[in-house]
């Protein structure tokens, strides 16, 4: 998991341990935390994993990444994910969910990738079917912002080409 997700986990962690009382007024949480691994079966199954290793030159990191998008959001997902979004969305109801990037170098110090990669709000309302099929256009284009132009230059900038940028997913219900 990346930098929002261990966030949000160390937070908890240390309000338990310094502040009881404030810890206990939280809300149970109730997110989801989709690995890394999830990203690179993604990649590999749809035919991205050698476009993503140019990425990490800086003569090559833009080479393929159109088309690298476009399988990211035409691709398929193995079965077994696939039941285990759908136990996800079974948990979740209809309640809106938000589907949010949580990159390996994402928050990381110096490095904030703010609105580089998106974050996909989903209303989750009606048959199963739909609501999963929104739910997985939100997961690619979450993944496909990992390889946006914008992204990739950022990345460059900073001399993070070289870094293995693991994108994994936080899916927060939606409350108030």
Known sequence: IGGKSAGMLVA???????APELAAKLEA????YVGADVFY???????VWWVRQKQRHPDTFLEGADQARQNILTGQFPPHILRQFDAMLDYFGQSPIIVRSSSLL??????SFAGKYESVFCANQGPRERRRDDFLAA???????????????????????????????LVMRVSG
Do not use: C, K, P
């Not at 997961?139 to 950022?154: F, K, N, P």
């Open 12 to 18: 908890r962690a240390i309000l338990r341990d310094r």
């Open 29 to 32: 949480h109730d997110s989801y």
């Open 41 to 47: 079966t993604y990649l590999v199954d749809n035919g």
């Open 106 to 111: 994402e928050d990381n110090f110096g490095n």
């Open 139 to 169: 997961v690619r284009a979450v993944y496909t912002s990992s390889m946006s132009e914008e992204a990739l230059r950022y990345r460059a900038q900073r001399g993070l080409l070289q870094q293995d940028e693991q994108m994994a997913l």
